[in-house]
Nanobody, 126 residues
């Protein structure tokens, strides 16, 4: 299994930016994902990265505002979040899966991910 540790959450004003980090250790994964969960809501796909090509996939709600990147040497993925709104407030989770992602629809199901971080809170104030 992969061990994941997120960092970088916090409180930011509307329109601000945050960068989340996720450090992975243990078993190698082929794809990494970011999900979020707001109070009373289901866990929601944010985006994903395929390690082999660094191809990225995004939910429509964050496309153009969020960017996922990866550093193979550090075995880490990052989520740069810009133009944040209160609707982005949630606990953000990093996740790893053994299979490659090939499309948004093929990579957005939390049940397909094998390992999860503990989550980091992102709060956007209005």
């Amino acid at each position: 299994q992969v061990q994941l540790l997120e960092s970088g959450g916090g409180l930011v004003q509307t329109g601000g930016s945050l960068r989340l980090s996720c450090a992975a250790s243990g078993r190698t994964s082929r794809s990494m994902g970011w999900f979020r969960q707001a109070p009373g809501k289901e866990r929601e796909f944010v985006g994903a990265l395929k390690w082999r090509t660094h191809r990225t996939y995004y939910a429509d709600s964050v496309k153009g505002r969020f960017t996922i990147s990866g550093d193979n040497a550090k075995n880490s993925v990052y989520l740069q979040m810009n133009a944040l709104t209160p609707e982005d407030t949630a606990v953000y989770y990093c996740a790893a899966r053994e299979n490659y992602c090939y499309s948004n629809s093929g990579c957005n199901d939390p049940s397909d991910f094998d390992s999860w971080g503990q989550g980091t809170q992102v709060t956007v104030s209005s």
